[in-house]
């Protein structure tokens, strides 16, 4: 878990795939936190990702760092701990203008199910499972 979580913030930009009624929506995203022994992702409730995320809990991530890439498949599941929303938006004071804990907006999801590979040209893929 700790190396996909470090892939992914050191990438800095990630890109989200959700379900839509059976149309994939991709879309960049750039938070990510390791919380409670979970990895977690950011979004607004507001926004159509969080509405699929709800509806459909399956989605995938991609990334690429230099010369690196990852794919992570997971189930993302919403959670309403206030504390998982303060942690998530301590690691991204940016977003605290946007965002606070307990506004009925901030929406923290934890990945479950977690397939990851991270590939590259020149490397075996490195398979995570957790």
Known sequence: MNEVFEFLKNANTYFLATNDDGQPRNRPFG?????????YIQT???KDC??????DPRIE????????WIRVQANAYLDENIEAQKHMLDQYP???AMYQPG????AVFYLQDVKATISSFTEEPKV???
């Not at 938070?31 to 990895?39: A, C, E, G, Y």
């Not at 969080?50 to 509806?55: E, R, V």
């Not at 991530?61 to 690196?68: F, L, S, T």
């Open 128 to 130: 995570f499972e957790f």
């Open 31 to 39: 938070t990510i936190d390791l919380f409670n022994d979970k990895l």
């Open 103 to 106: 506004d009925n907006n901030t």
């Open 50 to 55: 969080a509405k699929q995320m709800i509806k």
């Open 44 to 46: 607004g409730l507001c």
């Open 94 to 96: 940016s977003l605290q």
């Open 61 to 68: 991530i991609c990334a690429m760092d230099k010369d690196r």
